[in-house]
T-cell receptor, first 111, second 112 residues
Framework: NAGVTQTPKFQVLKTGQSMTLQCAQD?????MYWYRQDPGMGLRLIYY???????DKGEVPNGYNVSRLNKREFSLRLESAAPSQTSVYFC??????????FGSGTQLSVL | QKEVEQNSGPLSVPEGAIASLNCTYS??????FFWYRQYSGKSPELIMS????GDKEDGRFTAQLNKASQYVSLLIRDSQPSDSATYLC????????????FGTGTRLQVML
């Protein structure tokens, strides 16, 4: 049972490049999330999907887009990467108001 | 004012002692509360959830909630070096997981 799987684990981009972070969960959860974690800022919600077919903005959505491909998969896209998007990105899933289950994270550097 | 406040630490305790981690929150109507453990370079891992006033015990961990004082704590009994990590408090104001707000975490060091 893999839980929440994220790829890639590490990525270095140049300013203006684009990329997609992939996330898949095998726990049959309805809700999925993308967070970023920065030193001193804690975890901040970028986008979430309460159920298949829906997506909503979180606290820090600017510069990002998401796609809920099916119940299992939720991807995060950076269309034109900026240095301010250097961060650690976590995908997570949940059911009901229960706690979140996180993927292993993606460390992204934008030069 | 941050919505969820934690002392950043580090909190240092000797092996075998009780570690007490504290968290305060600003939204009086908050409904559910969570503690996550995050080892350096790893993802957060859910270790405790609590929804009503009082204590909830799970092995060496006890979560305590006092809604009147807007305070939630995590006690770790018989602390082990493997407990050394950052502990994140998370508060859900309305029962919707998308509204979960995280504190910045308390770093715990358990000394041999």
């Amino acid at each position: 049972n893999a839980g929440v799987t994220q790829t890639p684990k590490f990525q270095v981009l140049k300013t203006g490049q684009s990329m997609t972070l992939q996330c898949a969960q095998d726990m049959n959860h309805n809700s999925m999330y993308w967070y970023r974690q920065d030193p001193g800022m804690g975890l901040r919600l970028i986008y979430y999907s309460a159920s298949e077919g829906t997506t909503d903005k979180g606290e820090v959505p600017n510069g990002y887009n998401v796609s809920r491909l099916n119940k299992r998969e939720f991807s995060l896209r950076l269309e034109s990467a900026a240095p301010s998007q250097t961060s650690v990105y976590f995908c997570a899933s949940s059911e009901g108001q229960g706690g979140l289950f996180f993927g292993s994270g993606t460390q992204l550097s934008v030069l | 004012q941050k919505e969820v406040e934690q002392n950043s630490g580090p909190l240092s305790v000797p092996e075998g002692a009780i570690a007490s981690l504290n968290c305060t929150y600003s939204d009086r109507g908050s409904q559910s509360f969570f503690w996550y453990r995050q080892y350096s370079g790893k993802s957060p891992e859910l270790i405790m959830s609590i929804y009503s006033n009082g204590d909830k015990e799970d092995g060496r961990f006890t979560a305590q909630l006092n809604k009147a004082s807007q305070y939630v704590s995590l006690l770790i009994r018989d602390s082990q070096p493997s407990d050394s990590a950052t502990y994140l408090c998370a508060v859900n104001p309305d029962g919707t997981a998308s509204k979960l707000t995280f504190g910045t975490g308390t770093r715990l060091q358990v000394m041999l």
